[in-house]
């Protein structure tokens, strides 16, 4: 947050910040495997989480 900008954090939004960005990853996990397994693949790939995160 520093780096955006912010002089001082509470702990609470760092707090916050780290539950929606684990919530974001989940959703980009789960997104990244359905394309994997469109593909006929196990496997996630760098790929599959650059198109999930781009949904």
């Given at each position: 947050?520093?780096?955006a900008?912010?002089l001082?954090?509470?702990d609470?939004a760092?707090?916050?910040?780290?539950?929606?960005?684990?919530q974001?990853?989940l959703?980009?996990?789960?997104e990244?495997?359905?394309?994997?397994?469109?593909?006929g693949?196990?496997t996630?790939?760098?790929k599959?989480?650059?198109l999930a995160a781009?949904?």
């Amino acid at each position: 947050m520093r780096e955006a900008g912010a002089l001082r954090v509470s702990d609470d939004a760092k707090a916050a910040l780290a539950d929606v960005l684990e919530q974001q990853a989940l959703q980009i996990s789960a997104e990244a495997k359905k394309f994997a397994e469109h593909a006929g693949r196990k496997t996630v790939t760098e790929k599959d989480i650059r198109l999930a995160a781009q949904k």
